[in-house]
């Protein structure tokens, strides 16, 4: 599967933005689909995942309550609303998608397939 994220930018503290991950190749719902971020001279680190239906999604500490993943098989496209965002939100944000892993899966290596990044820059 390839993936495509996009919609990341320049948004000032307390902005939101909503980016997209669109997948093509295979279809969609057999994955279950992750955010990351990676800010520079940083390990990538895990945001948060969505269950294959969408029923189910898990998340760091750091954006709960302030992030949402949602995802619409028919378009075979995963979302990550972002909301309150702040500075240290600043990084490239990756979607990935794993077709043997869980909801809960929130190592880089347990996704297979990734998408090429999209820049956040949350300006105080």
């Known amino acids: 599967v390839q993936l495509q994220a996009s919609g990341g930018g320049l948004v000032q503290a307390g902005g939101s933005l909503r980016l997209s991950c669109a997948a093509s190749?295979?279809?969609?719902?057999?994955?279950?689909m992750g955010w990351f971020r990676q800010a520079p001279g940083k390990e990538r680190e895990f945001v948060g995942a969505?269950?294959?239906?969408?029923?189910?999604?898990y998340y760091a500490d750091s954006v709960k309550g302030r992030f949402t993943i949602s995802r619409d098989n028919a378009k075979n496209t995963v979302y990550l609303q972002m909301n309150s965002l702040k500075p240290e939100d600043t990084c490239v944000y990756y979607c990935?998608?794993?077709?043997?892993?869980?909801?809960?899966?929130?190592?880089?290596?347990?996704?297979?397939?990734w998408g090429q990044g999209t820049l956040v820059t949350v300006s105080s």
């Open positions: 990935a998608a794993t077709r043997d892993g869980g909801t809960t899966s929130r190592g880089v290596r347990a996704y297979e397939y």
């Open positions: 190749g295979r279809t969609l719902s057999s994955y279950v």
């Open positions: 969505i269950s294959r239906s969408g029923g189910i999604t």
